[in-house]
């Protein structure tokens, strides 16, 4: 769908399939990028499992660890796939796409919260670790996106629809669109952020 919309716009696009929460996968997504790119300059990764906020002592103990997995993983794979190349050229920049969870304990979120803490706390390390190659890297950490699949499904109904009505409520800026957060990316990937 993504891609099909910026083809509309006159873009050249090209979509890839894969599984980011398996390594061979996200390296063969990689290597296959790098083919048609000629070289990967910016990564973006955002993960959006089929996990809905739920209280941690109505989660099945078989569920936490794929929760985890499918949440958290794909943007180190990615990252690792990536980096070398980066290197490399002596430059970069990877945008991952956490959530507010990740630095606010909110009810429901035990397990959501915790793995979107690791991919903040992975982008803020490999942004220490790789600026001397003059590589860049960001963790947005939205709550409400207004517009995607991903807060459809969470608010749809049930305990989570609940929460995050509140915290619609509460957001005195308002909820951020698509497009809201397609700007900050934009910005952060662009020259202008470079210091």
């Not at 000629?38 to 103990?61: E, H, K, N, Y």
């Not at 929760?67 to 180190?76: A, G, K, V």
Request: proline residues 5%; glycine residues 6%; charged residues 20%.
């Amino acid at each position: 769908m993504a891609a099909k919309s910026i083809a509309e716009l006159g873009a050249t696009v090209t979509f890839i399939a894969g599984d980011a929460a398996e390594p061979a996968a996200a390296a063969a997504i990689a290597t296959q990028a790098d083919e048609v790119l000629s070289g990967i300059d910016i990564l973006m990764c955002t993960t959006a499992a089929d996990v809905r906020p739920d209280l941690f002592i109505d989660i099945p103990t078989a569920d936490i660890a794929r929760s985890l997995t499918r949440l958290s993983l794909p943007s180190m794979h990615m990252a690792s796939a990536v980096l070398p190349g980066m290197r490399s050229r002596r430059g970069g920049v990877i945008v991952n796409v956490a959530s507010d969870a990740a630095k606010t304990a909110t009810p429901g979120e035990a397990v959501i919260g915790a793995a979107k803490a690791a991919i903040v706390m992975f982008t803020r390390t490999i942004a220490m670790e790789e600026k001397r190659y003059g590589i860049r890297a960001n963790a947005l950490t939205p709550s409400l996106v207004h517009g995607t699949a991903s807060t459809e499904r969470i608010t749809a109904d049930g305990f989570s629809g609940k929460l995050f009505a509140r915290a619609a409520q509460q957001a005195h800026l308002g909820v951020p669109t698509a497009d809201d957060i397609a700007a900050l990316t934009v910005f952060l990937c662009s020259p202008a952020a470079a210091r």
